[in-house]
C-alpha cells in the first residue's frame, strides 16, 4: 500500500506542475494582450516587415505599405492579413506570434504612420 502512494504522488506532483505552468502562460498572455508597446510594435513594423516590404516599406520581396497605397483597405481587412498571412504568397501569419490587438494596432499604424497610441 505504501508503494502506491509514493509511486502516485510523483503523478500528481507533475500534475500540479503543468496544472501551474498552464496558468502561468494564461495570466501572461492575458497580461501581453491587455498592454501594447507602441515603440516596439512600430519597431515591428519597420523591421520585420520591413524584411519583405522594404525598410521604408516602399515594397520589396511583398508589395508596398505605405498608407496611400494601402488606404483601400480597412482595418478589419489588414488585420485579418496581418493574422493569417495571404496563402500562395510569401506573407507569413503572424497569428502564432502576436495578439488581435497588436494586429489591429499595426493594421491602424499602416494606414495613419502618425499615431502615437
Known sequence: MADLKQKSQPTSGLLGRAVFAAALVAATASLASETLDPQALKRLVHQDCGSCHG???????????RADTISHYEVEGLKT?????????????????????????????????????
Open 81 to 117: 492579413i496581418i493574422l493569417d498571412g495571404m496563402p500562395d504568397t510569401a506573407m507569413p501569419p503572424w497569428r502564432p506570434l502576436m495578439s488581435e490587438e497588436e494586429a489591429e494596432w499595426v493594421a491602424r499604424y499602416l494606414l495613419n504612420p502618425e499615431i502615437t497610441e
Open 55 to 65: 525598410l521604408t516599406l516602399k515594397g520589396g520581396l511583398g508589395p508596398d505599405l
